[in-house]
């Protein structure tokens, strides 16, 4: 308590609240934003490095192996200890246990060996592993230090992409928590050296709030749509009918929504040199990161 009296007093402290756990948040989804056509113009992400901030990427996956040209871990579990590959709360190994991170990647730049390809096939991947093997990070904590490595040892990113969410605000939310202030800080300062953050809006059916970085004035937030008609679907809530281009009933919404993309029913790169299908806003940020 003495301790925490003593930061209230010092005149750097802006706010203080408590830290706060996180989540995470192609064939038919890349024709609909008619990916192949501007991939036919010569456009492929040639050139770019996009940084994914997830459960970790498989190294291994034909898909992705030769995009990969930076890795890092910052991760750690509920009771302090680490959940980076090897046991320990940093690393150099962004390696996957969870499958979410490897398709997130495979919508962007997978090279379509073995899943559909994603929307920059030739585009560089930064991974960084703040998602532990369940798709949970105990703290904002992990998430400022991938931005921090991110900005001091990663001049070459371009976009950010952070499937995940942590907790929930109503319109802007730059001002409204001491994570949200970092994280503002943390994008703008990217921002301003031409990095862009995309970030999905979550998946709580929630329309008047989304999540933490989504909710972040100079990021872009991205809610989901289906990429086509993939008949009743149930994700925390139940669409009955479904069609290219509707809303999903689990998006996120509010005021600080940017743009709409492709979350369901995705088919890209999984775990084990593998295809897998997810669902989600999760989804929806990769295809505009791409």
């Not at 008619?34 to 940084?51: F, K, L, N």
Request: net charge negative.
């Amino acid at each position: 308590f003495e301790g925490l009296k003593k930061l209230a007093r010092d005149y750097r402290v802006q706010r203080i609240d408590f830290d706060i756990p996180g989540q995470m948040a192609l064939a038919e989804s890349t024709d609909l934003v008619h990916a192949r056509e501007v991939q036919s113009a010569g456009i492929t992400g040639q050139g770019a490095t996009v940084a994914v901030l997830d459960t970790g990427i498989d190294s291994d996956h034909p898909d992705l192996a030769d995009d990969i040209v930076a890795q890092r871990c910052f991760c750690a579990n509920a009771d302090g200890s680490g959940c980076c590959p090897g046991g320990g709360t940093e690393g150099a190994s962004a390696e996957d246990e969870q499958g979410h991170g490897t398709h997130v990647s495979g919508i962007i730049t997978g090279g379509g060996r073995v899943a559909p390809r994603g929307m920059a096939p030739d585009a560089d991947l930064v991974a960084v592993r703040v998602l532990d093997r369940t798709g949970a990070a105990s703290s904002g904590t992990q998430f400022l230090k991938s931005f921090d490595w991110i900005l001091s040892s990663q001049p070459a990113v371009r976009v950010v992409n952070a499937s995940l969410t942590f907790g929930s605000f109503a319109g802007h939310c730059d001002t409204a928590s001491a994570l949200t202030m970092a994280l503002a800080q943390a994008v703008n300062t990217l921002r301003a050296r031409g990095t862009l953050t995309v970030a999905s809006a979550g998946n709580n059916a929630n329309k008047s709030e989304i999540g933490a970085p989504a909710c972040i004035s100079s990021a872009i937030a991205v809610g989901a749509v289906y990429d086509g008609n993939v008949g009743t679907i149930s994700f925390g809530c139940t669409d009955g009918s479904t069609a290219a281009d509707k809303i999903t009933c689990f998006s996120n919404s509010s005021s600080a929504i940017d743009l709409l993309a492709p979350g369901a029913a995705i088919a890209a790169s999984g775990m084990g040199g593998d295809v897998a299908g997810f669902a989600g806003t999760s989804q929806a940020a990769p295809h505009v990161a791409g």
